[in-house]
């Protein structure tokens, strides 16, 4: 826009700057729930078949930088074409992915259980709530934040700005799974009912809760543990927890896994558990970790802790989080 254009009416002005503001305080919103569990999304990256030219991790990382840093140039007010372009070709990246995942599911090509979105795994969304929400959300914003264009003052430094935090946002990525970040990164949290963890639509034949899975934990105080039956962080500790689970006197802690049922009874001819393994499908059980073993206590339905590991008194590494902390 040269000095010789008529100045843009203020109402143009701060409709373009709002539209911004939205879109890129969307895209920061997408690079944290990204940044906190990198590894699921780096899965859903490998999962898409997107990992062709470079390592699941590594487009994961770089990933979460450009959102971060095209979103703060957008909060920053810097809507130059060198921002607005990048960040169009995003758009419609992220569009094109749920259209697609909507397609499939629509085609019974694949499970219309959830959709990953410019979200990440963080909040679940079946494939078209995904694409409408993302388009919603997105495309109306994108269009108008062209609108009045201001000149380039500061531009340089409101770009160094937002690169600086796209560098942040890649450090917290790289730092995230060493971090105690598992009640934020996960749908899982102190507060939360089990009968609210679900997968599938509401009202729908697939729809499964976690209070399907451990029905008994609606009532009374549990633990449940959250494995892969043959990690050895969890194996170590089964003669301990079977101790554990023999002092109560009655069922208490239910391990939940995805195991087949072949699995799960070559399992049990191995170890011999005294508790009892539950089935859960992927798609509900992924959103509540970052890494396995993880446990939390339930009281009458709702959790009231959680654990990296398993159950205190049974490992050493284990951490609880409780709701009367704050977490």
């Not at 143009?12 to 939205?22: E, M, N, T, W, Y």
């Not at 569990?37 to 990992?51: H, N, T």
């Not at 890649?170 to 009968?195: E, K, M």
Request: glycine share 10%; aromatic share 6%.
């Amino acid at each position: 826009m040269s000095d010789s254009m008529p100045t843009p009416p203020a109402w143009q002005r701060a409709v373009g700057r709002l539209a911004a503001i939205g879109l890129g305080a969307v895209l920061l919103i997408a690079a944290w729930a990204k940044a906190i569990d990198p590894v699921a999304f780096g899965e859903q990256i490998r999962a898409l078949g997107l990992d062709l030219l470079l390592p699941a991790g590594a487009i994961a990382m770089l990933a979460v930088a450009l959102e971060a840093g095209l979103g703060s140039a957008l909060i920053l007010g810097a809507r130059r074409l060198v921002v607005l372009v990048p960040t169009g070709l995003l758009v419609v990246f992220f569009l094109l992915l749920t259209g697609r995942a909507w397609w499939r599911s629509a085609h019974g090509m694949a499970e219309a259980v959830a959709g990953c979105g410019c979200f990440g795994n963080l909040v679940q969304r079946t494939p078209a709530q995904a694409f409408l929400e993302d388009a919603l959300l997105m495309v109306p914003a994108l269009a108008l934040a062209f609108l009045a264009r201001p000149r380039a003052r500061r531009f340089r430094k409101r770009l160094v700005a937002a690169g600086v935090i796209g560098v942040a946002a890649l450090l917290l990525a790289w730092r995230a799974p060493s971090l105690p970040l598992d009640d934020l990164a996960t749908r899982l949290r102190p507060g939360v009912s089990i009968d609210a963890l679900c997968v599938g639509e509401e009202g729908t034949p697939g729809r499964v809760c976690l209070s399907d899975i451990v029905p008994e934990a609606e009532n009374g105080r549990d633990w449940v543990i959250l494995t892969e039956l043959d990690t050895a962080a969890f194996t170590r500790v089964i003669p301990d927890l079977n101790r554990y689970v023999l002092r109560q006197g009655k069922a208490g802690v239910w391990v939940v896994c995805t195991a087949s049922t072949d699995d799960v009874q070559s399992f049990m001819w191995q170890w011999g558990p005294a508790f009892e393994i539950r089935q859960a499908p992927p798609a509900l059980m992924r959103p509540l970790y970052r890494r396995l073993p993880r446990s939390f206590e339930v009281q009458d339905g709702i959790v009231t802790a959680t654990i990296d590991g398993v159950p205190p008194g049974l490992s050493g590494n284990a951490h609880p989080h409780s709701a009367a902390e704050g977490d």
